[in-house]
């Protein structure tokens, strides 16, 4: 990669450590993944961060719980989530704890810089607090639960608390965070979100809580230790740590990161709290944040009551990887909530990937291998048919999904990449190879290299999705790694007539449905 190289910075939120991974985790992440991928293929010098939040009373009481030190309970379950990194095939440059020093040191940076800036005061606070979400509740954002507790909007429950607290100055940004809203259209998505962040600054901002004395499992506040750090602006501050601060003024070239990817619950940190820190220590805010919904499972919200939390090893073991990651993104639209079911994952993945895209390249290759000496044909003149064919593979698909991706809208650039892959196995039915072998071999032959360059094109653009699968189907032409990037999706990287194909495997098996109990 090249010092002139476009950037690219994506992260996921930093994964809180009270609990094992599960399959919102692996969503995010997921979708993160795709777009590192997708950009370094595309010529883009990418940074893509993930990690895990370890900090606040709620780690704290899981550690006692466990019967270990906080440090012990984190690095545990920390674990978790950096192995499965390698489980999923993520691609991240980084994996960040809050723990680390760089970080602690990041934190505190940015603390003194506000403190200097006269963005944080010293007063005392009483409010209602959840310690599930970390966070203070107005008294009209609650409700009655059970038992005669409040309940928060998230669902939460929350206790009154008081204690001293140093302030951020949030209600001064009230205006400017407008603004900036305002100058910046695309700065969360889905459009929906947007709104509602609009809609809560405008109702009005109270100056912010970013300390806590009730508890130790914290970044000390610099200069008063007997404080530690509001989790959230120590959490927050993990995407400029990754990329640098403050020992790097430029950060790489990487900040103002490009995406930050969070689910829908902690939105208002993302799109409130930190472009406002960030603007009030002189730093740019991201370019965006986008919101994805929750998963139900069979139409339940995922719950340990219910027993429905699916791991990501047990989404492996039932369809593979890159079946899931297919799958996870091409059901649902990117934003919305979505339903699990296993029914539909299965006909899902068969339809799509089985007796789509993997049995138009079985077809073809196998009859290439067993009909042709296992050679790629050299095309003759090509007909319209042919041409259009061409045309979508090499001057449409790219644009179409680069458009979509770029907007977060991974369904619908699957969808534009399986446009190609039905028009090519309706161009295979029509122009039936097989007949053609009887009455015409010049004309089969073209057929089949034209369907050659939609599978090799095919295979090329599926890899952010599916990289294993989409290494193998590559592998089925013998290309070497430069040939397996966007700059190859064009007429100029064609395939040879006369090249020797190996012997071509299957790379989507089929998955059986599961007998429903009587």
């Known amino acids: 990669m090249t010092k002139q190289s476009k950037k690219y910075y994506v992260t996921t939120p930093i994964y809180y450590v009270n609990d094992k991974p599960h399959l919102g985790h692996t969503y995010t992440t997921i979708a993160c993944d795709v777009l590192a991928r997708f950009k370094r293929l595309d010529g883009y010098d990418v940074k893509f961060l993930t990690g895990t939040d370890e900090h606040g009373l709620k780690v704290k009481q899981s550690a006692e719980k466990a019967g270990v030190s906080p440090q012990e309970f984190t690095d545990r379950v920390?674990?978790?989530?950096?192995?499965?990194?390698?489980?999923?095939?993520?691609?991240?440059?980084?994996?960040?704890?809050?723990?680390?020093?760089?970080?602690?040191?990041?934190?505190?940076?940015?603390?003194?810089?506000?403190?200097?800036?006269?963005?944080?005061?010293?007063?005392?606070?009483?409010?209602?607090?959840a310690v599930r979400d970390e966070a203070y509740y107005q008294e009209d954002e609650l409700r009655d639960g059970?038992?005669?507790k409040k309940i928060g909007p998230s669902g939460a429950e929350v206790e009154w608390m008081e204690e001293e607290s140093y302030f951020f100055r949030l209600s001064a940004w009230q205006d400017?965070?407008?603004?900036f809203y305002e100058s910046h259209p695309d700065f969360v998505l889905p459009e929906t979100r947007f709104n509602e962040v609009k809609s809560f600054v405008k109702s009005g901002l109270k100056d912010l809580s970013v300390s806590r004395t009730t508890f130790d499992w914290g970044v000390p506040v610099p200069g008063n230790e007997k404080h530690v750090m509001y989790v959230w602006i120590d959490a927050l501050t993990n995407y400029i740590t990754a990329a640098g601060y403050p020992d790097d003024s430029e950060m790489g070239g990487y900040w103002p990161a490009d995406l930050h990817m969070v689910g829908k619950d902690i939105l208002r940190f993302h799109a409130v709290y930190w472009p406002a820190f960030l603007m009030a220590a002189g730093v740019e805010p991201p370019k965006r944040v986008f919101a994805h919904?929750?998963?139900?499972?069979?139409?339940?919200?995922?719950?340990?009551?219910?027993?429905?939390?699916?791991?990501?090893?047990?989404?492996?073991?039932?369809?593979?990887?890159?079946?899931?990651?297919?799958?996870?993104?091409?059901?649902?639209?990117?934003?919305?909530?979505?339903?699990?079911?296993?029914?539909?994952?299965?006909?899902?993945?068969?339809?799509?990937?089985?007796n789509g895209l993997g049995n138009?390249?079985?077809?073809?290759?196998?009859?290439?291998?067993?009909?042709?000496?296992?050679k790629i044909p050299a095309p003759a003149e090509l007909t319209e048919n042919d041409k259009a064919l061409l045309a979508k593979v090499y001057d449409e698909m790219l644009p179409a999904v680069r458009r979509e991706l770029d907007q977060q809208r991974f369904h619908k650039a699957l969808e534009a990449i399986w446009d190609v892959v039905n028009a090519a196995n309706v161009y295979i039915d029509v122009e039936a190879p097989w007949s053609l072998k009887k009455t015409d071999t010049v004309r089969m032959g073209t057929v089949l290299y034209v369907l050659c360059e939609a599978i090799r094109c095919l295979s090329i653009i599926v890899q952010p999705v599916?990289?294993?699968?989409?290494?193998?189907?590559?592998?089925?032409?013998?290309?070497?790694?430069?040939?397996?990037?966007?700059?190859?999706?064009?007429?100029?990287?064609?395939?040879?007539?006369?090249?020797?194909?190996?012997?071509?495997?299957?790379?989507?098996?089929?998955?059986?449905?599961?007998?429903?109990?009587?």
């Open 360 to 374: 138009l390249a079985q077809r073809t290759l196998s009859f290439i291998y067993k009909n042709c000496e296992a």
């Open 293 to 354: 919904g929750w998963w139900l499972i069979e139409g339940e919200k995922m719950s340990k009551s219910l027993g429905n939390v699916i791991a990501p090893a047990d989404l492996i073991e039932r369809y593979g990887v890159d079946a899931t990651r297919y799958f996870v993104l091409r059901e649902v639209p990117f934003g919305n909530d979505g339903d699990f079911v296993h029914e539909n994952a299965i006909n899902r993945i068969n339809n799509d990937l089985a």
């Open 78 to 129: 920390s674990q978790s989530f950096r192995d499965l990194c390698g489980v999923m095939n993520y691609s991240n440059d980084d994996f960040i704890r809050t723990t680390e020093e760089r970080h602690i040191k990041a934190c505190q940076h940015l603390w003194n810089v506000l403190v200097e800036r006269g963005e944080i005061y010293l007063d005392k606070y009483a409010g209602w607090y």
């Open 176 to 179: 400017r965070l407008l603004e």
């Open 466 to 518: 599916m990289p294993e699968s989409g290494q193998k189907l590559l592998d089925l032409f013998v290309l070497p790694e430069d040939k397996r990037c966007f700059k190859s999706l064009s007429k100029d990287a064609a395939l040879k007539g006369g090249e020797v194909i190996p012997q071509p495997q299957g790379v989507f098996p089929r998955l059986q449905t599961e007998e429903k109990a009587a």
């Open 146 to 148: 059970p038992n005669g």
